[in-house]
């Protein structure tokens, strides 16, 4: 990694530390209580999906979209979340991978690994784990998920390439990702991509929509497709000079042999 990599990783890590230090620790009166959601994740995932979720895990939703409901999940298939944050996509696709399933949360940031594991205890879920790491460089064995979900991380990352060859490393063959995710249509200008506080806001990381696609096929994922994507205006503020900005939802998949 190059010292400008290490620059951006160190940026963004901060800035993740301290929204999650920022968050309340202390639960509210009742366990009803606990539980709700704040007006971004109700936009972001089917408000059927959040009920009995703790407001500590909705209220520290950072996502641009729900990849967990594209990702089909069956019972008993591993997940990976990519920058697991505080572990709200962990907790839905835990539901849905049941007890004989396991998801495995790897995200960089020791603050947001103590809310995510916090919030694990709190709702006594036993088939997630979350580990420490950076996603270009995944504590993960080879060839063992099924599924790598990622929710608005990977335009965070300096080394694209590096993350989508590391998915393809630890997928099964025949395992697919579910990608939600901030890209753009064109540039950022040289000067907007050097500003790291957008950087770390999920705007000026983000690349074109057709070479993040490319980056997944040269990794070796087949049969890539944009589920959706929408205008990204709700989650960033674009300015003059910027591209568009979108949240897309993409689905890939390992090749079977
Ligand atoms: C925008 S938040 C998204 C969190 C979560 N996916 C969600 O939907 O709420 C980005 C998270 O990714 C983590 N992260 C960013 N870059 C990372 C990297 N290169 N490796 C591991 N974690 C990373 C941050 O620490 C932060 O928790």
Redesign the pocket.
Known sequence: MTQEQKSI?EF??DR?ASIALGQSNSCCGSDDDCCGTNDKTVTLYDAEMLVDLPVDVTG????CGDPVTIAGLNAGETVVDL????G??CFLAARQVGADGHVIG????PA?LEKANANKARMGVENVEFRK????AMPIDDNTADVIMS???IN??PDKRAVFNEAIRVLKPGGRVSISDIVTEGEFTPELRADAEQWAE?VTGAIDVNEYTQMMADAGFVDIAIVDKVDAGNIVTPQPGMPRIYSARITAYKPQA
């Open positions: 990783h963004v890590q993740y520290l939703s950072l996502g920058g697991s944050g505080g709200i996509d790897v995200d960089m940031t947001m790491g950076q996603i270009e929710n608005c991380v965070l990352s999920c």
